[in-house]
């Protein structure tokens, strides 16, 4: 059977794992399809592996499926040359192993299939055909994919196998990670945040004035809008509609069949499923369902039935269905319930499903809805028309009045019952009165001349708008004065920061010399702050991360650490306390320690591997990496 999934000689397909977690034994990778697109100037090739091409489009596609559009463009420039990397580096050690003959067996990739698409897999073989390849076709791959990606993972496995075969741990490794993991320390601390000198940073114009002048070029005034905008609200617009009821019954007798109602039921059923069963399985289930059945009509309570017996999400309902019209359900079930009177119960049910047992509880001819039935819901459909048309037909006659006469904005917004918003002159993008910011309007006044207008524009909060651009006021450097109160911030803020690092420095020195660490705060207006026992994966009250502090673990009672940049303070701590690791207790976990090691020098050594394997293919001519064609290709997405 399994030879419907031999792989053929063509261009291989394989899988990516994010940042590279092949390293780990628990892959996880991604699909990467190679559609062999050539080499045209559109679709230029990145790098090449042994004859195979990597083009630009087919890495954008993937790279664009894999971050799912989460990357920022900004960040394009560091996260998909990586992206290439790893392609490349994963390619190039596939291709050694072919060259060194590791390969994997039907048996071995279908074990690998297996595992990953277990629910299609029930007892190790696959179950439908026709299922798994339309699932897989939800995700954008076919079969003949997941085959050569089982293949591949197999392989790449094998290479990280025979890597984590030759690691060695030894028992002083195992005794330091033991110690570790379980020893603990504890530390007072001063904190010097920037924010506490503030008042001490104090520039001198002439510091101003000079920062200034060595910055100038950087300080401008940008463009500045002189606007109006006229806005129509919907909610406005809507209390002057009156809706008649000659209205509603025009749109009635104009819409009947929106009112027909089909014929429905109301059922409930007891599912007893079938898919993946064997034969006699089936014939079990079916042995059931007719006991069920035979109880029912002696006069067993159905939903209890339901309930105990049921294989639908129905069951809690006791296998109540709701009501439904025709051809909602399966084919076999359908004919069957519109087919019963209310409370008869049907004889066993066969479907793509199982067994069911079908009961009608209600049912519905199919008929005209009256007029007073849906009045209600129809003047609300009404109402929202009307709205809707005289917005638009208020919005169109506003714009052509504005287009005619721009400098009569106001005459124009009271005739139409618009609100006329006056901007003052303000940089693109800043926020308008009642508005706020709205990008719709910056759009669509940035390209606009003075005394002009801007189309309709259609607003959030179902408002309509037609922005008037009354001035353009170019953009200019800034005078000193203009932006003195910016510099000085930034002076301060600079100053602050130093002041900051010399005190935490002067603090440091003064407990290394036996100076008592209360006082030190106190003298400097600080406080000290007292952490409880804790480990090297563990946080630190105020601090965060004990790896922020790892000297606390190595270094003595007593001893003084920093100063530290953390969290943007500069820290100053002193250690109190440590407890080392109870190394009796060593044998319990001894074995799991030594997997663990074991694992991460594997991690380690395989990266190493793949490393050298790139390096040696690109030193034989069989890679070859396009850095230009990579870097054309962060452009253009960055402009996406």
Same mark, same amino acid.
């Given at each position: ?160 196998s025979a890597v984590l075969g030759s690691v060695v741990v030894t028992p002083k490794e195992i005794e330091d990670a033991f110690r570790q993991k379980y020893e603990r320390a504890k530390i007072q601390y001063i904190a010097f945040p920037p924010a506490k000198f503030r008042d001490q940073a104090k520039p001198t114009d002439q510091e101003e004035r000079a920062y200034y002048e060595s910055k100038k070029a950087t300080f401008t005034q940008p463009e500045k809008l002189a606007y109006q905008v006229a806005v129509l609200d919907q909610d ?120 069911? #047992?079908?009961?009608?509880?209600? $049912? %519905?001819? &199919? ?11 129809? =003047? !609300? ?117 130093? #002041?900051?690092?010399?005190?935490? $420095? %002067?603090? &440091? ?11 030190? =705060? !106190? ?118």
């Open positions: 059977m399994f030879d419907l999934f031999r792989s053929s000689d063509k261009i291989k397909k394989y899988i990516l794992g994010g940042l590279l977690t092949l390293v780990a034994l628990s892959m996880v990778t991604y699909l990467i399809p190679n559609y062999n697109l050539g080499t045209t100037t559109s679709n230029p090739v990145v790098a090449e592996i042994g004859g195979q091409k990597i083009t630009a489009l087919e890495t954008q596609q993937l790279f664009q499926k894999y971050s799912s559009g989460r990357i920022p463009p900004e960040l394009m420039e560091i996260y998909l040359p990586q992206f290439v990397e790893q392609i490349i580096s994963q390619r190039s050690a596939l291709y050694e192993a072919n060259r060194l003959g590791i390969t994997a067996t039907d048996e071995e990739a279908l074990s690998n299939l297996v595992a990953t698409y277990p629910q299609f897999f029930p007892n190790g073989s696959l179950a439908s055909k026709d299922q798994f390849e339309a699932a897989l076709a939800q995700q954008g791959v076919t079969m003949q994919d997941v085959v050569e990606e089982a293949r591949n993972q197999v392989i790449l496995h094998k290479l990280q406005k617009i809507a209390a002057t509609i009156n809706v008649t009821d000659e209205q509603l019954r025009a749109a009635y007798s104009s819409a009947l069949d929106n009112f027909r109602m089909p014929e429905r039921v109301h059922a409930r059923h007891i599912l007893l499923k079938t898919e993946g069963k064997s034969d006699a399985e089936k014939k079990a289930l079916l042995a059931k369902t007719e006991d069920l059945l035979k109880q029912l009509k002696n006069g067993a309570d159905f939903s209890e039935l339901a309930k105990k017996n049921s294989d639908d999400g129905s069951k809690d309902q006791g296998g109540d269905l709701g009501w439904f019209v025709k051809n909602q359900m399966v084919p076999e079930f359908d004919s069957v319930a519109f087919s019963l009177k209310p409370k008869e119960l049907s004889g066993v049910v066969t479907s793509q499903f199982g067994y069911h #047992i079908i009961q009608v509880l209600e $049912k %519905d001819s &199919a008929k005209l809805k009256p007029f007073e039935e849906v009045k209600d819901e129809l =003047a !609300k459909e009404v109402r929202a028309q009307s709205v809707t048309d005289k917005m638009q037909m208020l919005g169109e006659q506003m714009h052509a009045d504005l287009v005619k006469s721009p400098k009569n904005a106001a005459e124009v917004a009271k005739k139409y019952g618009a609100e006329l918003i006056t901007v003052p002159p303000s940089p693109a993008g800043s926020a308008i009165p009642t508005l706020g910011v709205n990008p719709e309007i910056d759009s669509a006044i940035a390209p606009m001349k003075p005394d002009s207008v801007s189309e309709l524009l259609v607003l959030a909060n179902n408002r309509m708008a037609v922005a008037i651009l009354n001035s353009r006021t170019p953009g200019r450097p800034s005078d000193f004065n203009e932006v003195q109160a910016q510099i000085r911030d930034k002076l301060v803020t600079d100053k602050a920061a130093q #002041i900051a690092a010399d005190r935490a $420095k %002067d603090a &440091a020195e003064r407990l290394k010399k036996g100076g008592d660490i209360s006082q030190i =705060a !106190k003298s400097m207006q600080l406080e000290v702050t007292s952490s409880s026992m804790f480990g090297r994966t563990d946080s630190i009250e105020g601090l965060g991360p004990a790896a922020s502090l790892e000297d606390a673990f190595t270094a003595q009672v007593g001893a003084v650490l920093g100063p530290v940049p953390i969290q943007g303070r500069n820290i100053v701590a002193k250690v109190t306390e440590k407890s080392d690791a109870d190394m009796t207790a060593l044998l319990i976990e001894h074995d799991t320690l030594l997997a663990q090691l074991k694992q991460k020098k594997a991690q380690d050594r395989f990266a190493l591997l793949m490393d050298g394997i790139l390096a040696k293919l690109t030193s034989e001519g069989k890679v070859v990496v396009n850095q230009k064609e990579i870097q054309n290709m962060v452009a253009t997405m960055r402009q996406k």
